[in-house]
T-cell receptor, first 114, second 116 residues
């Protein structure tokens, strides 16, 4: 299984940008890069995903390195509500084919200071 | 975004009893549902994948006779923990995928199971 490496924790100040890094040096050509986040005692929430090009949505931006061996999730202005564990995940096809499953690593715990 | 609900949100049961957890997609048809468990301060661990109308595919090390999964319709999947024991106490989370937005999974709020 392709694996990702993320820092255990990061801190940011409110209203400042946050760059959350992720290394995935063994990524294959067909793996998508997904980011989910999980607030305490809640289920994870989709943030963004991409394949090769940088992606933007209302929540965040995803910057993907040219060799695809790393990516960065960018929160443009952190708020207290962005405090969560952020997971960088490479999509996998199940051994049965068809359905895509997500394998969660340890993620990065983001603390946002007021 | 799409909404996934779980019921119950919390359950306490005695050792040896069985517990059923429901996962529903409220505003879309879920062709695939996933079940995860999460221990305190740990990451999510995928237990099984289920496609509507077919048998669930269990991850290695997950006992299919202990964790019964039924995905009888496009909006409902159930996880039954049979003969629960204290070590089964955990946070159980389901997720669902539909025909559109294929690469996005929508997660439920989770069910906290405590076995006494």
């Amino acid at each position: 299984d392709a694996k990702t490496t993320q820092p255990n924790s990061m801190e940011s100040n409110e209203e400042e940008p946050v760059h959350l890094p992720c290394n995935h040096s063994t990524i294959s050509g067909t793996d998508y890069i997904h980011w989910y986040r999980q607030l305490p005692s809640q289920g994870p929430e989709y943030v963004i995903h991409g394949l090769t090009s940088n992606v933007n949505n209302r929540m965040a931006s995803l910057a993907i390195a040219e060799d695809r061996k790393s990516s960065t999730l960018i929160l443009h202005r952190a708020t207290l509500r962005d405090a969560a564990v952020y997971y960088c995940i490479l999509s996998l096809l199940s051994s049965q084919g068809g359905s895509e499953k997500l394998v969660f690593g340890k993620g990065t715990k983001l603390t946002v200071n007021p | 975004g799409a909404v996934v609900s779980q019921h119950p949100s919390r359950v306490i049961c005695k050792s040896g009893t069985s517990v059923k957890i429901e996962c529903r997609s409220l505003d879309f048809q879920a062709t695939t549902m996933f079940w995860y468990r999460q221990f305190p301060k740990k990451s999510l661990m995928l237990m099984a994948t289920s496609n509507e109308g077919s048998k669930a595919t269990y991850e290695q090390g997950v006992e299919k006779d202990k964790f019964l999964i039924n995905h009888a319709s496009l909006t409902l999947s159930t996880l039954t923990v049979t003969s629960a024991h204290p070590e089964d106490s955990s946070f159980y989370i389901c997720s669902a995928k539909g025909r559109t937005n294929y690469y996005e999974q929508y997660f439920g709020p989770g069910t906290r199971l405590t076995v006494t």
